[in-house]
């Protein structure tokens, strides 16, 4: 999602499927209540998601392979990282939040994603590589100096 309209949007029919779910809600603690939101807001965001784009998920042995031997993804800062991550295809932006951003393992996000745990493992890899290429197509002199540090 690119906008702040639809994010608010997804925000809101998360709150609502909150909201409905109250119900059936049985109140264990307040991590669980925590987690409990978060994750119909999760699904609700990817429910969104699924509606409104088209995305392409390679399989992990049709997936080309991006060779890299630096990690220019630990010298960003959260707001640069943020941006990057924005440019990305849909499929390597959904895994690479779900598991850096959002916590979930590799299995959770195939059982989500409806894809193997592969897959999953394996857009992650190309998002993050992916990101290392944006990066240093931006600034290569920044890393360089960034790097040495």
Same mark, same amino acid.
């Given at each position: 999602?690119?906008?702040?309209?639809?994010?608010?949007?997804?925000?809101?029919?998360?709150?609502?499927?909150?909201?409905?779910?109250?119900?059936?809600?049985?109140?264990?603690?307040?991590?669980?209540?925590?987690?409990?939101?978060?994750?119909?807001?999760?699904?609700?965001?990817?429910?969104?998601?699924?509606?409104?784009?088209?995305?392409?998920?390679?399989?992990?042995? $049709?997936?080309?392979?991006?060779?890299?031997? @630096?990690?220019?993804?630990?010298? *960003?800062? =959260?707001? /640069?990282?943020? +941006? $990057?991550?924005?440019?990305?295809?849909?499929? @390597?932006?959904?895994?690479?939040? *779900?598991? =850096?951003? /959002?916590?979930? +393992?590799?299995?959770?996000?195939?059982?989500?994603?409806?894809?193997?745990?592969?897959?999953?493992?394996?857009?992650?890899?190309?998002?993050?590589?992916?990101?290392?290429?944006?990066?240093?197509?931006?600034?290569?002199?920044?890393?360089?100096?960034?790097?040495?540090?």
């Amino acid at each position: 999602m690119r906008t702040n309209e639809s994010a608010e949007e997804c925000m809101m029919n998360g709150f609502l499927k909150i909201y409905e779910s109250l119900a059936s809600f049985e109140y264990q603690s307040d991590a669980a209540s925590v987690a409990w939101m978060k994750k119909i807001m999760l699904n609700a965001c990817l429910q969104e998601l699924r509606k409104r784009e088209r995305f392409l998920l390679v399989a992990e042995d $049709l997936a080309d392979e991006i060779a890299t031997d @630096y990690s220019a993804i630990d010298f *960003l800062s =959260a707001e /640069e990282l943020f +941006k $990057l991550i924005t440019k990305l295809p849909i499929g @390597y932006r959904t895994v690479f939040n *779900l598991y =850096a951003v /959002e916590g979930l +393992k590799h299995i959770e996000i195939a059982r989500e994603l409806g894809i193997s745990e592969g897959t999953s493992k394996s857009q992650f890899n190309k998002a993050r590589t992916l990101l290392q290429q944006m990066l240093l197509a931006e600034n290569k002199e920044w890393y360089v100096s960034r790097r040495s540090k």
